[in-house]
Every structure is written in structure tokens, then in C-alpha cells.
């Protein structure tokens, strides 16, 4: 029983910045990687950004350079800093995370976010 809620989202001028945020509630035991997905009209999800439980991250190679992964372990949230938007940023974005519970422990199940809408329009 893990929620993910994320938030920031919202309508961009190209070259602007947005900061996404995602926090997980419920009967969490750990945390390990959390990731940040996104998907275009008609297309598969595909993997943005990912961040593990030590802080190490990896970017998809469109968004190198321009998007910062973070996390705040203490708050269960992981975060997307987005700059230098472009218009092709533009898709619903999902949060991520590889959670262990209480009763699944020891192993660990993946949960989802409802999505963010990031807009990116002159």
C-alpha cells in the first residue's frame, strides 16, 4: 500500500525550467531506485532519469546535461530539475520507485505516479 503524488508540472516558454517533485506515502520499508519517466500520444513510456538509493543517477542521453535528479530520502521524494526545456520535452511525466514494505519484504515492487503534464509552447 504505496501512493505516489507528484507535482509541478505545468506550461513552459522553450529554453525555460520546471521542478517536478514526486513523494511516497504509505507502509514503506526502504526505497531503493526511483526514476523519472515520460510519454509521448501514442508512444511507449520511456526512462528519463534514474537515481539510486546511494545517489548515483543516469540520464537518457536527450536530456543530458539539462535535467538534474535528486532525492530526499528523509522525505521519501525524488525530484526533476528541468532546464533548457525544449519542445520536445513535452509529454506527461511519471515518477517511479522500487519500494520493499512490510509484507513484501524482502522483495521489492515497483509503484507508479499518476503523471504530470509538462507543456513546452512559445
Known amino acids: 500500500q504505496v501512493q505516489l503524488v507528484e507535482s509541478g508540472g505545468g506550461l513552459v516558454q522553450p529554453g525555460g525550467s520546471l521542478r517536478l517533485s514526486c513523494a511516497a506515502s504509505?507502509?514503506?520499508?526502504?526505497?531503493?531506485?526511483m526514476r523519472w519517466y515520460r510519454q509521448y500520444p501514442g508512444k511507449q513510456r520511456e526512462l528519463v532519469a534514474t537515481?539510486?538509493?546511494?545517489?548515483?543517477?543516469n540520464y537518457a542521453d536527450s536530456v543530458k546535461g539539462r535535467f538534474t535528479i535528486s532525492r530526499d530520502n528523509a522525505k521519501n521524494t525524488v525530484y526533476l530539475q528541468m532546464n533548457s526545456l525544449k519542445y520536445e520535452d513535452t509529454a506527461v511525466y511519471y515518477c517511479n520507485a522500487d519500494v520493499r514494505t512490510r509484507t513484501s519484504w524482502p522483495s521489492e515492487l515497483p509503484y507508479w505516479g499518476q503523471g504530470t503534464q509538462v507543456t513546452v509552447s512559445s
Open positions: 537515481i539510486t538509493s546511494g545517489g548515483s543517477t
Open positions: 504509505g507502509s514503506i520499508f526502504s526505497i531503493n531506485a
